[in-house]
């Protein structure tokens, strides 16, 4: 009888079930999203780092969901860290053309699913309205996160961010 080797792990219970409802590919339904408004200044190379150094420190928000012959459902594999970073700067755009740029871009990432497979399942975008006002988008597969657990991330963030800031 031949031995199969597979590194990985199990789905817990909750992922088994959210599994069998996506079936491997996400809609918006299926992720952890939340917006924070940063007002004061804001050194956003920093505020990436930050959010690298959690994404880092936590397996779950590294993890890929991939197939092995002869299981039915995917192992959790624990990939290198990668966040999908995006930045835009709105604030030389006027107020009105801002909102029209927003709806394009919330239309763009509703519609973006997370790569199960490949990673990476955190995506933080920064928009930019001005030196004192920025909002973080931060979205989080929900095989991977869920509300409570977004909100400690964003505690992270804030803690990395500082410490970061003080060197």
Same mark, same amino acid.
């Given at each position: 009888m031949q031995t199969i080797v597979a590194e990985g792990f199990r789905l817990s219970p909750q992922q088994k079930r959210l599994w069998s409802q996506i079936d491997g590919t996400e809609s918006v339904a299926y992720r952890v999203q939340c917006a924070v408004l940063i007002e004061g200044r804001l050194e956003s190379a920093v505020l990436k780092s930050a959010i690298e150094d959690v994404v880092a420190r936590h397996e779950i928000l590294r993890t890929t969901f991939q197939y092995r012959a002869g299981i039915k459902l995917p192992l959790q594999v624990? @990939?290198? !860290?990668?966040?999908?970073?995006?930045?835009?700067? #709105?604030?030389?755009? @006027?107020? !009105?053309?801002?909102?029209?740029?927003?709806?394009? #871009?919330?239309a763009v990432l509703k519609d973006a699913p997370f790569i199960l497979e490949s990673g990476p399942v955190v995506r933080a975008t920064l928009l930019n309205f001005g030196s004192q006002r920025n909002i973080l988008l931060l979205s989080v597969s929900a095989l991977c996160a869920d509300g409570p657990s977004i909100r400690i991330i964003l505690d992270e963030i804030a803690r990395a961010y500082t410490a970061r800031l003080r060197g």
């Open positions: 624990i @990939a290198d !860290g990668r966040l999908e970073w995006k930045g835009i700067d #709105l604030s030389g755009v @006027a107020e !009105g053309d801002q909102q029209r740029s927003l709806d394009e #871009l919330f």
